[in-house]
């Protein structure tokens, strides 16, 4: 009788065990080189980004609680005319910011990984952004279309193409 009441608690253990496990997605020592603002200027075109320090981020599905951390921000994009044509102040919905730009993974061979929202065609997409060799200041920025066909809303297509530059740009780090 003790044996069946060991072999049953060490069951209940390992349950209890595997019931806790973590895991952790990014890095905050790999994102804090990318906190900042990031600005691309080309006369009056002027498309700068901002990426806040990290925060985490965790929830659990299957008795696996995943920790993530990311870096977040808001874009503006001012058009070879000067005129703002994407500005993140209509990202905030009732006291809650919906961040344009958010990251938390690096990616060796293509720089930060980076979702971006443009706000003008109402669509999301895959950027990447990469150090220049030896430099933590200057960056090649490049956006791209997500592959596959995406619906927009009630049915429709989300346009091809976007409201600011695709590149590859080089991006400097103001501060």
Known sequence: MKNTYILLLLMLFAIS???????????AQKLMPYVGTWRYTN?????????????????????????????EGFHTYKNS???????????????????????????????????????????????????????TTQAIWTLNEYEGLKSGPTGSVYPLGWSVPTGPITMTKVN
Do not use: C, H
């Open 17 to 27: 065990a595997k019931s806790q496990e973590t895991r952790y997605i990014g890095s």
């Open 81 to 135: 005319s000067g005129i703002l044509i994407e500005n993140p102040a209509i990202m905030v919905y009732q006291g809650v910011n919906y961040y344009t730009v958010r990251a938390g993974i690096v990616n060796l061979a293509k720089g930060l990984d980076i979702g971006f929202t443009d706000i003008t065609k109402g669509k999301g997409g895959k950027a990447y952004l990469k150090f220049l060799p030896n430099s």
């Open 43 to 71: 006369g009056q075109e002027v498309f700068e980004f901002t990426f806040n320090n990290p925060v985490q981020e965790s929830e659990t599905w299957n008795n696996i609680t995943w920790i993530s951390t990311s870096i």
